[in-house]
T-cell receptor, first 113, second 113 residues
């Protein structure tokens, strides 16, 4: 079975500062990796995904994530955050056939002016 | 365009009653997922439908939970003899099934008194 750990439940940061949201997973097999974002009062939407190829993945709104197989991590980064990035971010993994997804408990990013 | 819709948006019920939650996926999406999100927790996988294949029910927490998908489109999640621990937000997502990208509905907030 797979599991996903997001150690930081909340991350406060000032506007224009860089941010990293951590995600670690455990799996005995190859997995696909995702980051979803949930803005206040909205549904979850895909931010970015890693299926294969380059380990550095770029997503929407200037976010990027790097797949590190040896450390079983998929940390999300943004060099300069905006107030509008305030949201909850979920990391997820899936097996190759997408029949089941395992989500982390989420990290609330609070961007302050 | 039409996204994933869920109804009702809120449901308050008494312990021991049965409830039905509905999900209308995006037209043409062959994959449909149900998740449960309890307060402060990540998304917990419940069930997965893919086309005409038998559903993956491995995430259903007890035999009080069941789901069906009629005509490869609308899905209903039924919880029988509801318990207070069933209180959560129930999310539905649909996907083309080969991309890994899920499109989420707004959820149904279930409160069991």
């Amino acid at each position: 079975a797979q599991s996903v750990t997001q150690l930081d439940s909340q991350v406060p940061v000032f506007e224009e500062a860089p941010v990293e949201l951590r995600c670690n997973y455990s799996s005995s097999v190859s997995v696909y990796l995702f980051w979803y974002v949930q803005y206040p009062n909205q549904g979850l939407q895909l931010l970015l995904k890693y299926l294969s190829g380059s380990t550095l993945v770029k997503g929407i709104n200037g976010f990027e994530a790097e797949f590190n197989k040896s450390q079983t991590s998929f940390h999300l980064r943004k060099p300069s955050v905006h107030i509008s990035d305030t949201a909850e971010y979920f990391c997820a993994v899936s097996r190759y056939n997408f029949n089941k997804f395992y989500f982390g408990s989420g990290t609330k990013l609070n961007v302050k002016p | 365009g039409a996204g994933v819709s869920q109804s009702p948006s809120n449901k308050v019920t008494e312990k021991g009653k049965d409830v039905e939650l509905r999900c209308d996926p995006i037209s043409g999406h062959t994959a449909l997922y149900w998740y449960r999100q309890s307060l402060g927790q990540g998304l917990e996988f419940l069930i997965y439908f893919q086309g005409n294949s038998a559903p993956d029910k491995s995430g259903l927490p007890s035999d009080r939970f069941s789901a069906e998908r009629t005509g490869g489109s609308v899905s209903t999640l039924t919880i029988q003899r509801t318990q207070q621990e069933d209180s959560a937000v129930y999310l539905c997502a649909s996907s083309l099934g080969i991309s890994g990208e899920q499109f989420f509905g707004p959820g149904t907030r279930l409160t069991v008194l």
